[in-house]
């Protein structure tokens, strides 16, 4: 078995806004396995600054070099090795998957990776100023969308408040689903007046509203929320055998599942179950990943039959992202197997 990574900086189109800063690049790495009868894996290691737990370019890329040693070496690699780095787990998942299938990019086979059927996906509109934003809104409502997710928690609240009531001016509930993402931007003191100010423009959900780790003032908001609570970033770095805890502490509405913050598709399958146990649902959306990692969620997000739209429009984020069959058609994502991965960013590996 042969196996090497490679960095590779993607760049936004146009930079990205959250209540975390401004994004106008991403580092991500790809995984390549080749093995002796020519079968190719790929898998994508995706990171976030100042969210992903195993955002140390430095710790991750010797993580990486010890990994394609013992790859190399036929030693198994326990679940251990990935403690702490849970989009290198994510992304071994992935190339090993990769590897084994009978093509390196069909996953998950279903009628969405044979090219017959589209998922419902959110358009994300990234903070900005006022203008900004709502030049976001109309071109996602042209494509076709019917659900928008908002990143808020940066701009003049009240600012933000006068783009929701401009946009329910045009649009009703039953035409224009909208979710809001907060990043954890609310002080836990303010959170419930801010919600019932958001709850009077018909909001589906808000995202994170308070940052992680204050889980009984998530719980407490939880409980007399006039907007359902998505648990995001409250995600990150939690064990298996404290998903039904947190679960059973905070009740939220709803929570997202982001497998390379995560751990992969083993711990998301983990966090899915416990939320059905719990009457918890949930969407899965992809983390910034390019198209290599946004293939492989989005193949996976369409067996587990979730008919809420998913988060996964982050493809067309990339100046320089690696062309794929992925194309987003209307308000769904669809998977083209007649259009061809140009893997030409490989080529000297």
């Given at each position: ?5 490679k960095?590779?900086?993607l760049k936004?189109?146009i930079p990205?806004g959250?209540?975390?800063?401004v ?13 002796q009868?020519s ?18 370019e430095?710790?991750?890329?010797n993580?990486l070099s010890?990994?394609?040693g013992?790859?190399m070496?036929n030693?198994?690699?326990p679940?251990s090795?990935f ?6 787990l994510f992304a071994?998942?992935?190339a090993i998957?990769?590897?084994?299938s009978k ?13 017959e059927?589209?998922?419902?996906i959110?358009g994300?509109i ?7 934003m709502i030049s976001?809104i109309?071109i996602k409502?042209?494509?076709g969308?019917?659900?928008l997710?908002l990143?808020?928690g940066a701009?003049n609240?009240?600012e933000?408040l006068k783009?929701?009531k401009s946009?329910?001016?045009s649009?009703s509930?039953?035409?224009l689903e909208i979710?809001?993402?907060?990043n954890?931007a609310?002080?836990s003191n303010e959170?419930?007046e801010k919600?019932n100010?958001?709850s009077?423009?018909?909001?589906h959900?808000?995202e994170?509203p308070?940052r992680?780790?204050q889980?009984?003032?998530m719980a407490?908001?939880?409980k007399v929320?006039?907007i359902?609570?998505?648990?995001d970033e409250?995600l990150i770095?939690?064990?298996k055998?404290r998903?039904?805890e947190l ?19 083993e711990m998301c ?15 899965l ?14 193949q ?5 039959n979730n ?6 429009g ?7 992202n690696i062309s ?6 209307g308000?769904e994502?669809w ?9 030409s960013?490989?080529?000297d590996?």
């Amino acid at each position: 078995m042969k196996a090497s990574f490679k960095k590779h900086i993607l760049k936004f189109i146009i930079p990205g806004g959250t209540s975390r800063g401004v994004l106008k690049n991403k580092t991500s790495y790809y995984i390549i396995l080749n093995d002796q009868k020519s079968n190719v894996g790929f898998g994508e290691v995706s990171i976030i600054k100042n969210l992903s737990i195993d955002d140390n370019e430095t710790l991750l890329e010797n993580k990486l070099s010890q990994l394609m040693g013992m790859i190399m070496q036929n030693n198994e690699v326990p679940k251990s090795f990935f403690n702490g780095f849970p989009s290198l787990l994510f992304a071994y998942e992935t190339a090993i998957l990769s590897l084994k299938s009978k093509n390196s990019f069909n996953l998950f086979p279903s009628i969405f990776s044979a090219g017959e059927k589209g998922q419902r996906i959110n358009g994300l509109i990234w903070m900005g100023d006022s203008d900004f934003m709502i030049s976001q809104i109309k071109i996602k409502l042209d494509a076709g969308f019917s659900c928008l997710k908002l990143k808020i928690g940066a701009l003049n609240f009240q600012e933000e408040l006068k783009i929701l009531k401009s946009i329910r001016q045009s649009f009703s509930p039953e035409v224009l689903e909208i979710r809001v993402d907060a990043n954890g931007a609310f002080n836990s003191n303010e959170a419930l007046e801010k919600l019932n100010l958001l709850s009077k423009f018909n909001v589906h959900s808000i995202e994170q509203p308070i940052r992680q780790g204050q889980w009984l003032e998530m719980a407490d908001l939880c409980k007399v929320t006039p907007i359902p609570i998505a648990l995001d970033e409250e995600l990150i770095g939690i064990s298996k055998n404290r998903q039904t805890e947190l679960l059973e502490m905070i009740k939220p509405q709803y929570i997202i599942l982001k497998p390379s913050l995560l751990g992969g598709f083993e711990m998301c399958d983990n966090w899915i179950e416990k939320a059905n146990k719990q009457k918890v649902d949930w969407w899965l959306t992809s983390a910034l990943e390019g198209n290599i990692g946004l293939n492989a969620i989005a193949q996976y997000a369409f067996t587990k039959n979730n008919l809420l739209p998913q988060g996964l429009g982050t493809g067309q984020l990339y100046s320089n992202n690696i062309s794929s069959p992925l194309t987003i058609i209307g308000e769904e994502i669809w998977y083209l197997p007649n259009s061809k991965w140009d893997l030409s960013f490989f080529d000297d590996v």
